[in-house]
């Protein structure tokens, strides 16, 4: 474990997305977080899907630890009201420091930084660098053309069909708080 209390990192969009379900999914698990007493990680953005976790967590009363880089600040508008909340040079050590310090990660709907973060975690653990799970949030279907992909990588030949067994996907957050509280307990 990173620390005492477990630690989820939340990798999601730093924007809205299109569906009132994503903020809502993404408001319910901040919440959930902090009722669980479970640590939030996360890019330390106040805005899009980043932004509503971390609020949701805090008005919850949970404990949050956010990472950005320095060329971030602006753009993502840093979340400096955090319980913990540092800067990075850059992308890779903020991926870095995120990852090191929590016991679990979860993705909800995001864009392209989003997926380089999955796919970078997914990466470690096909190579046995970590045994986190790894919780794909499919609010919608969102993450069902992904899914999609990782069946085509392991059909054509391209990875071995133990690839998707690192990767639980589930519907809701009712769902993965299932989940989050059998694997961390």
Not at 10 to 24: E, F, K, M, P
Not at 27 to 54: H, I, P
Not at 79 to 95: C, P, S
Not at 150 to 166: C, N, P, Q, R, S
Request: hydrophobic share 45%.
């Amino acid at each position: 474990m990173a620390q005492s209390r477990p630690s989820i990192c939340v990798y999601c969009g730093s924007r809205n997305g299109i569906r009132a379900s994503y903020v809502q999914a993404a408001t319910d698990l901040g919440v959930v977080l902090a009722q669980e007493g479970w640590r939030l990680v996360y890019g330390a953005g106040d805005v899009g899907l980043m932004g509503t976790v971390a609020r949701a967590a805090q008005t919850a009363g949970g404990q949050t630890f956010g990472v950005i880089p320095a060329h971030l600040l602006d753009r993502e508008v840093g979340k400096r009201d955090l319980t913990q909340f540092i800067v990075t040079e850059n992308m890779h050590e903020r991926k870095k420091v995120m990852y090191m310090n929590s016991d679990a990660i979860v993705v909800l709907p995001g864009g392209a930084g989003s997926l380089d973060e999955f796919f970078e975690v997914l990466t470690w653990r096909q190579l046995g660098l970590h045994q986190k799970p790894i919780y794909l949030l499919n609010t919608d279907g969102f993450w069902n053309p992904l899914v999609d992909l990782m069946d085509h990588v392991i059909a054509e030949g391209f990875a071995e069909g133990t690839l998707k067994t690192y990767v639980t996907v589930l519907p809701d957050v009712p769902a993965l708080t299932a989940a989050l509280r059998k694997t961390l307990s």
